[in-house]
């Protein structure tokens, strides 16, 4: 079977940075700032509306696609498959990614193009849905695959829990069909818990529940959490995840190079690591930069490991993410 290769990976936030304490003064809100600093991470993000920005999803995913595909150095209509993973989507219909496809190609062409929608594991899904396609597909030369969030534009001005955490931005891979060297990606392990569909999330806006005044006047909008998340959740995920996909793969940790999770609290991150017995030096975080960006964490910490020397040519790589739902996705490749 042909094998597939990341050639290149691109990002987009929109902004200077909000730091912790300039959030408090725009956003008219109060928050422990050391705790959000020394055990999550964050220490400043990227929201577009905060900072009177006219862009959203779409804007986002197409301007970090572009910087892929710049460096790529690959001609936009080269691209055969184009799929965007996010759970804030542009519009409920027609789907982000045909409107990415409209803004990079600029005419009807043989692209397919769809969105995956899996809370924060979207991204990792959608990579493993990209490959499939192109191992099947050998007409397809390259794909086209974003990670995107825009939670903080469905974030309510009073929701002091949410805005210190969610953040704008989006991350974006390219991957080419039919590579001749070692790069390739290996296997993947998705898991799913719908009973837990009633923790955190968008709930009204849909065909369940569409938005009326009645729904505005109560404040039954936009981002809304109902039920704690379990505080060890991810701590007790990730390692049998990790451990799960291995086996599946018939690899070993220590051949595993780097780890790249879910970018929304680092002490969390730094449990895993210590669970696995591996050494921080495996694993990214950015939280401290950008925030929990959703399902645009993973490629934007994945081009930032890049970039900083971090993750090398012929690397084994895992991602693994998880976020409301509940969706896991996870994915081993070399690099």
Not at 21 to 45: P, V, W
Not at 169 to 189: E, L, R, V, W
Not at 263 to 268: A, C, D, G, L
Request: with cysteine; hydrophobic share 40%; net charge neutral.
């Amino acid at each position: 079977m042909n094998k597939t290769k990341i050639i290149a990976s691109g990002m987009y936030v929109p902004g200077e940075a909000i730091t912790n304490k300039e959030l408090m003064n725009l956003a008219a809100i109060s928050f422990d700032e050391e705790k959000m600093e020394q055990k999550l991470g964050i220490k400043q993000r990227h929201i577009a509306k905060l900072r009177g920005i006219k862009e959203t999803t779409a804007d986002f995913a197409t301007k970090a696609g572009l910087d892929a595909i710049t460096n790529s150095e690959i001609n936009a209509e080269d691209i055969g498959l184009i799929i965007v993973g996010t759970d804030t989507p542009e519009f409920i219909t027609p789907a982000t990614s045909i409107l990415v496809q409209g803004r990079i190609q600029g005419h009807e062409k043989w692209t397919s193009t769809f969105d995956v929608s899996a809370s924060c594991a979207s991204f990792t899904i959608a990579y493993d849905n990209a490959v499939r396609i192109l191992k099947t597909d050998s007409s397809i030369k390259y794909a086209l695959v974003i990670g995107v969030y825009n939670m903080p534009a469905f974030i309510r001005e009073d929701d002091v829990f949410s805005y210190p955490i969610f953040s704008d931005g989006a991350g974006a891979i390219i991957i080419q069909n039919q590579n001749q060297d070692s790069s390739d990606y290996i296997n993947s392990q998705l898991l799913s818990d719908g009973t837990q569909w009633d923790f955190i999330g968008i709930y009204s806006g849909a065909a369940k529940k569409p938005i009326t005044e009645e729904k505005l006047k109560n404040k039954e909008f936009g981002l809304m959490s109902l039920k704690p998340m379990p505080g060890d959740r991810n701590v007790r995920l990730w390692p049998k995840v990790a451990h799960r996909l291995l086996e599946k793969s018939n690899t070993k940790l220590e051949e595993v190079d780097h780890f790249i999770f879910t970018q929304i609290n680092k002490s969390v991150i730094l449990k895993v690591m210590d669970e696995l017995g591996l050494p921080y030096s495996k694993t990214t975080c950015i939280m401290d930069k950008y925030a929990y960006t959703g399902s645009a964490c993973i490629p934007i910490a994945f081009h930032h490991a890049i970039n900083e020397g971090k993750i090398k040519r012929g690397d084994k790589v895992m991602f693994i993410a998880s976020g409301a739902g509940l969706a896991v996705g996870s994915n081993l490749f070399t690099y």
